[in-house]
């Protein structure tokens, strides 16, 4: 038997990132690794310029996700006022600084975001660890630092309600998980369910639907850049069953 630190994660809005080109900034259907890294880092009060630690924090888990509702898409378009580039201009320290450095330009923004997206979380612990999943249980029920999915402005809805599940797979550790208030009430029109995880010796399965790559591994928090990983899923074809995996 596996130990797996399982959570929710339930919001009005979430916003998963994808790869970003130009003024399009798309969200997946489901929780990326980089999110839940830097949900983990902010329980445990670890900051954004602690590379370092943000590293061994990565290095120490593994996850995989089960998506009973991807959540309506939401698109919201904006334009947003910037300074022109001026290497000779000291540094701007806030917005206001920003607004009066002289001549504006403007950036156009289209951004995806999820309404009443549902998603449960198992993340397991790669050797060696830096952590055990009881420090990361009790910095989720006592976070130093706001949770949110995916973005500033998408705060959860409901707590994530942690808990450590010992069972064969991460799958059947998010079966037993306790069932969301909504889904029991079918509020969100829940039916089937997906399955996301990434290859790990303990994540107790080994047949999947299919794969794909998903650049969501955090590799240099500074300069934003993530590398490539493999995304295996299991496709579910009704209530209470899945696919014929490979």
Known sequence: MQQYLSFQLYGVLASWGEQAVGESRHSATHPSRSAIVGLLAAALGIKREQEHALERLSDSVAMGFKVTHSGLVLKDYHTVQVPSEDKKNKHRYSRRDELRSGK??????????????????????????????EQLKQALQQPNFHLYLG????????????????????????????????????????????????????????????????????????????????????????????????
């Open 104 to 133: 504006l330009g403007t950036v156009l923004s289209s951004r995806e975001y999820r309404q009443d997206a549902l998603a449960l979380a198992a993340v397991w612990l790669n050797e060696p660890a830096g952590y055990s999943l």
């Open 151 to 246: 973005r500033k402005s998408c705060p959860l809805s409901l707590p994530v309600n942690p808990k450590i599940i010992a069972a064969d797979s991460f799958i059947s550790a998010l079966e037993q998980y306790p069932p969301f208030e909504a889904e029991k009430k079918h509020y969100l029109g829940l039916e089937n369910s997906t399955y996301y995880w990434e290859k790990s010796p303990h994540s107790g399965i080994e047949n999947y639907s299919y794969r794909v790559p998903r650049y969501d591994q955090p590799l240099n928090r500074k300069h934003w850049q993530f590398c490539s990983r493999d995304e295996y899923v299991l496709l579910a074809t009704g209530e209470g069953h899945v696919s014929e995996p490979r």
